[in-house]
């Protein structure tokens, strides 16, 4: 629905006042859905200039007429004093003839939005509830008063309700939804801050919420059926909310038995889970943090943040104890606060701090629709708070961290995604990064447009790969688009990579490819804009190698055209590929036995070793020396499992990044005043080849230690180890700035040593704070390749490699 504004009051410029000037603005970036165009209206009063302002598929466009300083103050302050959610990314003027054009008639006008063929304006993520909302809610004169789906310009959906461009209500999942006369005057009112706001409703005509059985039937409506959920949980109930972008499963987060309930229906053994706090203060109870955490914790976003665990010693005796089995073992707790009026009207009703977590099962992607919950998860949960707003597209929540006095993204979803970084040269042609086989996300780029989707996840299933053709088709309808060249991780085996190539092959559109380690590194130089040469620190868990073998423990001199390897891991093998990922106790015989016997293994006394039958360990001694499925790998983040192994934190992980995690918790057990052990890693020159970082030394201190020295001693040692080598490695090559890149450097006690030991040496430190770095910014940095290749036309990507 569009709606005209009231024309001014004031008339215009008369002859005597200063000679009239007529300019045109075109804006694009996120203008739509935040509020511009009444932002634009109010300022054309406040400097009495007639005129109008649209909404296009590129953008917003805007016409005024005053005297030559009106329009000059009216220009500065379009680009200061912009709505807060709003970003320009360019801003465009020109002056126009004074003709006699029906849309300068005295007044100051919002006209109609126009349809054009190609869509180019950036597409706002889903916000959390804004301040003024939240009092609404609570103000019982409001007529928002207790209503779950209260919204303004400034909050709410967008990404997860949007249909089609320009950003307008029939074009999204509201257009069902007619306005109530009182609903239609704000949303029709420039003054308002609900004007043109597409989810805007109240009681009595929007969305509303039903509660369900397991089985799907209506129990209880509207005020009820928030209530009726309420106490269900407040008596140890599991149930499905629907949220903003996705059904969540909620529990009482003091509630042992009720929490190990849900893990086994999530198939979650340990992977942590999150934690909604009814409030800022609540959350100060349970969680400790600096300054800059506590920002990222209340920001707009509403991220899940991770947060160090106060110990029971710190808790006071009034703080109600958080299940162990929430996080078991670690020293964070993710925690977010709500981030939509339902959340924080459901966390005052049963008044209790409550487990959120995605309600997909393991491998499959969120939840959007009641019918799908009922299938999936009906027998076994005790009732769904549902509502009847649809959701469009689906939208995980998003984590993040402080690390090394930095922001992290670990997952780029709600409140972040789609992010949409504007490019200072428009590119060629459309492109299309389908990103890595884990944390997939999706990056675009067509004209000066750059789009980065949200998480979809890892694609080892078949709904999975659906998920990501339905996140695709969702940009690609869109904008319009038909990519031209499609860039991918050269590993043959990818989901992505295969598709991409299947799609070329069809549609004969150019395929491109960028190594893995390459991709993470270019990630970081397309966050800070840049090109490089870089000396580039891409360790992570594994990603296919230019010479066949996985690496993961890389140091590369990388620029957007290529790479040179430097320095890397001494390879070990992984014993059975992929089983090795899942039995780290394999990681660690593929490292003993570079030097030792079956039976020398035997006799040092490794527990992780000592409970496998001697003939297992023969047998897989026996496949390691012919090689058959065990292929060489440099990973830093196979390191990590092999030693967690060795000290006895891991046996089977139940989640990527687990050993890691253990590890980390390990070294924060040190006590205050003691130092890590020594512990180093060997650098050796091999002669024409790249440096090696020969990890023998520090796993033979490990052994000789083992038993004799307690575990955060070592554990802490590893990873000063890890810093230490970093340091070293770049005083060989101080000419360049030092980007960090892989899921290893999600460790807060290497990124906390690290950081500053670096930059305190002199040396730029770049790495991600919008993107993750982890694979989720893998599809980032192939994009940045793609982009500079069809700058330089000339140049090709290298030959593909088999998979090993």
């Not at 307008?168 to 308002?192: I, N, S, V």
């Not at 949220?243 to 987060?253: E, F, P, Q, S, T």
């Not at 499959?364 to 769904?384: F, K, M, N, R, W």
Request: proline content about 7%.
């Amino acid at each position: 629905m569009t709606a005209q504004a009231a024309p001014m009051t004031h008339s215009s410029p008369t002859n005597s006042e200063p000679a009239s000037l007529r300019r045109e603005f075109h804006l694009d970036g996120i203008v739509q859905g935040v509020g511009f165009r009444p932002f634009v209206y109010g300022l054309a009063l406040s400097h009495r200039l007639t005129g109008y302002v649209l909404n296009d598929a590129n953008g917003v466009t805007i016409g005024v007429q005053g005297s030559a300083a009106q329009l000059a103050d009216f220009a500065r302050e379009l680009r200061e004093l912009a709505p807060p959610l709003s970003r320009v990314d360019s801003f465009s003027e020109w002056t126009i003839p004074l003709d006699d054009d029906p849309d300068f008639d005295g007044a100051f006008h919002i006209r109609a939005s126009q349809q054009q063929s190609a869509a180019t304006v950036a597409i706002s993520p889903d916000q959390g509830m804004c301040e003024a909302c939240a009092r609404d809610i609570t103000n019982p004169a409001d007529r928002h008063h207790n209503y779950p789906f209260t919204n303004c310009t400034h909050c709410g959906p967008r990404y997860t309700i949007i249909r089609r461009l320009p950003y307008d209500r029939p074009h999204t999942a509201m257009a069902g939804f007619a306005m109530c006369p009182r609903c239609a005057r704000a949303y029709e009112d420039p003054l308002d801050r609900r004007y043109h706001a597409q989810p805007v409703s109240c009681p009595d005509c929007g969305p509303q919420l039903t509660w369900r059985s397991g089985s799907g039937d209506a129990q209880a409506e509207r005020k009820e059926a928030l209530q009726a959920a309420a106490r269900a949980l407040q008596t140890g109930a599991l149930i499905a909310v629907k949220g903003m972008g996705g059904y969540h499963l909620i529990c009482d987060a003091r509630n042992e038995e009720t929490v190990a309930r849900l893990r086994v229906l999530k198939r979650r053994a340990r992977k942590p889970l999150a934690v909604m706090m009814g409030s800022f203060e609540e959350a100060r109870l349970h969680v400790e943090g600096g300054e800059a955490e506590w920002e990222l914790l209340r920001s707009q976003p509403r991220p899940i943040t991770l947060l160090r665990k106060k110990s029971s010693a710190e808790l006071s005796a009034e703080t109600a104890t958080l299940a162990e089995g929430i996080a078991p073992g670690i020293p964070y707790l993710g925690v977010m606060l709500p981030y939509t009026p339902l959340h924080q009207l459901l966390l005052e009703a049963c008044t209790i701090p409550l487990v959120a977590t995605s309600a997909n099962g393991r491998g499959s992607p969120i939840l959007i629709a009641c019918e799908a919950v009922v299938a999936e998860l009906g027998a076994q949960i005790d009732g769904i708070l549902d509502h009847d707003r649809p959701i469009l597209h689906p939208c995980d929540d998003s984590l993040v961290q402080w690390a090394g006095r930095r922001r992290q993204i670990l997952r780029l979803a709600r409140g972040y995604a789609p992010c949409t970084p504007s490019l200072k040269k428009a590119v060629t042609q459309s492109v299309l990064a389908v990103g890595a086989q884990q944390k997939n996300q999706l990056a675009l780029a067509f004209g000066r447009q750059r789009i980065y989707s949200p998480y979809i996840g890892d694609l080892h299933s078949l709904p999975m790969q659906q998920h990501f053709e339905q996140t695709l088709e969702t940009f690609r309808g869109l904008y319009d688009l038909k990519p031209e060249t499609l860039v991918s991780d050269r590993h043959p085996g990818y989901l992505s990579h295969r598709w991409a190539r299947e799609y070329c092959t069809a549609e004969g559109a150019t395929h491109l490819e960028v190594q893995h380690h390459h991709a993470h590194l270019l990630g970081v130089m397309a966050e800070h804009d840049i090109t490089g040469p870089v000396l580039g620190f891409a360790f992570d868990g594994t990603g296919l190698g230019d010479d066949g073998t996985l690496w993961g423990g890389e140091l590369l001199i990388a620029d957007v055209r290529g790479f040179e390897r430097v320095a890397h891991l001494k390879p070990f093998r992984l014993i059975g590929g992929e089983a090795a990922i899942r039995e780290p106790v394999r990681q660690l015989l593929g490292l003993l036995f570079e030097s030792q016997s079956p039976d020398e293994i035997g006799a040092l006394g490794i527990p992780a070793i000592n409970q496998l039958p001697i003939d297992r360990i023969h047998n897989l001694h026996q496949l390691w020396r012919l090689g058959r499925n065990a292929p060489h790998t440099s990973s830093m983040g196979r390191l990590f499992d092999a030693v967690a192994a060795l000290l006895g934190l891991v046996d089977e992980p139940d989640y990527e990044g687990e050993a890691g995690l253990l590890l980390e918790a390990a070294a924060l057990r040190l006590a205050p005043g003691s130092d890590p052990w020594p512990l180093h890693f060997a650098i050796t020159e091999p002669a024409g080849g790249p440096l090696l970082i020969d990890w023998s030394p520090l796993i033979e201190e490990l052994l000789a230690q083992q038993g004799k020295v307690e575990i955060s001693h070592l554990a802490a040692g590893f990873i000063r180890a890890i810093c230490e080598l970093i340091v070293t490695l770049a005083k060989r090559f101080p000419a360049y700035p030092v980007a960090l890149g892989g899921g290893v450097f999600q460790n807060r006690v290497l990124m906390d040593q690290l950081i500053p030991r670096l930059e305190s040496a002199g040396r730029e430190v770049l790495t991600s704070e919008i993107l993750p770095l982890n694979d989720g910014g893998i599809a980032a940095g192939q994009l940045w390749f793609a982009i500079h290749h069809l700058a330089e036309p000339g140049y090709t990507s290298p030959p593909a490699v088999s998979e090993s």
